[in-house]
């Protein structure tokens, strides 16, 4: 079994990943919005699936930290448990509560993490918001030129479009204009 103090650099190693990962997703977001409004659709498909990547390995990253933060609060609640019964609710554990748990001078560097997570997926998803609209506005102009193209009578996209014969004219080097 794990000690304390492995178990707190456990959870800041998943904390810093976590941030590394959320920065990553930022700078994918932002090479995704630059595709969208050139029209890269290479770009955005490559940006799409980086994105779903990293969000993946947050996922993941996310559930360790939560398993350590939990088995830390097991831990103290087990350690209070005769003092104080309800200071640590291991179901209910976050950030603060954690950072309490660790003590000095871990107590800083978690809160710190927090709150550079925090400020890094508020910018994630601005970014993917304004990805969502760009999309949706590129669609949106898709639709309405689909519908124009299906609505205009008789043109040459339609069946009943007139297509003139096409007549094979020759040209001639000797033939005079």
Excluded: F
Excluded at 46 to 62: F, M, P, S, Y
């Amino acid at each position: 079994m794990a000690t304390r103090d492995e178990q707190i650099n456990s959870l800041l190693g998943c904390l810093h990943e976590i941030k590394d990962l959320m920065e990553y997703s930022y700078a994918t977001a932002m090479n995704q919005q630059r595709s969208l409004v050139d029209n890269d659709a290479e770009g955005i498909v490559v940006a799409t699936k980086a994105q779903e990547e990293v969000l993946r390995r947050i996922g993941e990253a996310d559930q360790r930290a939560a398993a350590v933060s939990r088995q830390l609060a097991i831990e103290a609640n087990s350690m209070l448990r005769d003092n104080c019964p309800e200071a640590y609710d291991a179901d209910r554990v976050d950030a603060s509560s954690i950072a309490q748990i660790a003590g000095s001078p871990h107590a800083q560097m978690i809160t710190a993490a927090t709150k550079e997570i925090s400020t890094l997926a508020a910018m994630v998803a601005d970014a993917n918001e304004t990805n969502r609209v760009l999309l949706q506005n590129g669609l949106d102009i898709v639709t309405e030129c689909l519908r124009a193209v299906a609505t205009t009578p008789a043109t040459v996209y339609s069946d009943a479009g007139l297509v003139p014969e096409s007549r094979a004219d020759v040209l001639s080097l000797d033939r005079k204009v």
